[in-house]
């Protein structure tokens, strides 16, 4: 599993806080850009956690290192963490850009709902199957792309998937949750999406990315 550092729950090292991986790095195993990838937490002038980051190492990118900004999840203290962990594990074995507009339809439809839904003490527990449910409703109502809902349902499904295989945060979840991914307008009682495979996907990536970058702030 990718390392988590300096975590809310730990001491903190002044000298290693926000730590940069090293610049040097250049051919890296996947296994090696997990151990390297890092959850990074950054503390204002007043001492309270103000900036989130995720870093992985980038062995055949431009720069030396990936760095995604997903502050805006520090609104629900019971969220950031778990979620902040399994986007870093999700995306040990992912591109660049597959992290760029996974994490970017998270940002532009996940979060929304909660902001709109949740009281900011909301925690794993609470993401059950009728919340879910609500949430695919919500985001039907939205003026949005076809393409665009069903990615922005591939991506939580990623999240929840991803949390669910790590043991310190499948305990605080529903047992047997699952993200029964549909398409727009269709009936319960119709057929679910059937798992997509790379060519698809990258297809959905292609049609999503416009609009999810214009609703990025960062």
Known sequence: M?????TPSRKKSGSRFGQAPSATIVDL?????AKNAS?????????????????WPTPNGLAATQEIKISYWLEFPLLSEPIADALLTWGADKTERTRISVIGALRTHFFPYF?????????????????LA???AWLDKKDIKPATSSHAMFAVRYLIDTLKSIPKWKRSMVPNLK??????????SQTPFAPVDAST???????AETEVAETMAY
């Open 134 to 136: 609500e949430f695919r």
């Open 39 to 55: 959850v990074v937490w950054e503390k204002g002038d007043s001492g309270k956690i103000t900036d989130l980051k995720l870093r």
């Open 179 to 188: 993200v029964q991914h549909t398409t727009r307008g269709l009936k319960k």
């Open 201 to 207: 996907f990258d297809a959905m990536l292609k049609a």
């Open 115 to 131: 902001k709109e839904t949740s009281n900011p003490e909301v925690s794993l527990a609470d993401i059950d199957r009728a919340w």
């Open 2 to 6: 990718a390392k988590i550092a300096d």
């Open 29 to 33: 195993s996947l296994a090696a850009v």
